[in-house]
Antibody, heavy 126, light 108 residues
Framework: QVQLQESGPGLVKPSQTLSLTCTVSGGSISSGSYYWSWIRQPAGKGLEWIGRIYTSGSTNYNPSLKSRVTISVDTSKNQFSLKLSSVTAADTAVYYC??????????????????WGQGTLVTVSS | SSELTQDPAVSVALGQTVRITCQGD??????ASWYQQKPGQAPVLVIYGKNNRPSGIPDRFSGSSSGNTASLTITGAQAEDEADYYCNSRDSSGNLVVFGGGTKLTVL
């Protein structure tokens, strides 16, 4: 079964760029109609969607982060990545990668995230 | 602020039934998905689509939808169901993903 694993520095200095990679194993990142997302969760708070990428390269970002976020995909490595620039302490969070899927029926649409990576804590501090 | 509204906390007696709700305009045309998150763990998908459970999710978990409200029902809550639960849908444009603020479920 498909598994996701986040990797990257656990500590980033303020004003620098946070960079994370999600490695997909157990299946091809290009198979099916899936998209690949980053989601974060500050300590004690809820989930915040950061953005997504399809293997075509098409992206969507959370408007609140759009000016600072870039998500890219490397199908040859079965990986996708997150870059978040000009970070502050407010960007300290556990960052998750997840596989998403959207479907549409006659009257309704639906989607979900599954699986998720285990998450990686990124702390922004000098 | 989230476009999906959840009650911050809900409690249920062991073995009883509990409903966790999620409200938002997008839910009139979009089925919510639901995630269970236990402390220190990643979220786990428990309900998607009209009322579908991934493999391994107990059948005491079910989903429903009416108007702008989606519901996750746990019939016969167990101690291990104590967790945070998040709903997920799309924003009013239909293009972006949103999560509810989460509901902390306590099993008494």
């Amino acid at each position: 079964q498909v598994q996701l694993q986040e990797s990257g520095p656990g500590l980033v200095k303020p004003s620098q760029t946070l960079s994370l990679t999600c490695t997909v194993s157990g299946g091809s990142i290009s198979s099916g109609s899936y998209y690949w997302s980053w989601i974060r969760q500050p300590a004690g708070k809820g989930l915040e969607w950061i953005g997504r990428i399809y293997t075509s390269g098409s992206t969507n970002y959370n408007p609140s982060l759009k000016s600072r976020v870039t998500i890219s995909v490397d199908t040859s490595k079965n990986q996708f990545s997150l870059k978040l620039s000009s970070v502050t302490a407010a960007d300290t969070a556990v960052y998750y990668c997840a596989r998403g899927l959207e479907l549409s029926g006659t009257l309704n649409s639906w989607g979900w995230f599954d699986p998720w990576g285990q998450g990686t804590l990124v702390t922004v501090s000098s | 602020s989230s476009e999906l509204t959840q009650d911050p906390a809900v409690s249920v007696a062991l073995g009883q039934t509990v409903r966790i709700t999620c409200q938002g305009d997008s839910l009139r045309s979009y089925y919510a998905s639901w995630y269970q998150q236990k402390p220190g763990q990643a979220p786990v998908l428990v309900i998607y689509g009209k009322n579908n459970r991934p493999s391994g999710i107990p059948d005491r978990f079910s989903g429903s939808s009416s108007g702008n409200t989606a519901s996750l029902t746990i019939t016969g809550a167990q101690a291990e169901d104590e967790a945070d639960y998040y709903c997920n849908s799309r924003d009013s444009s239909g293009n972006l993903v949103v999560f509810g603020g989460g509901t902390k479920l306590t099993v008494l």
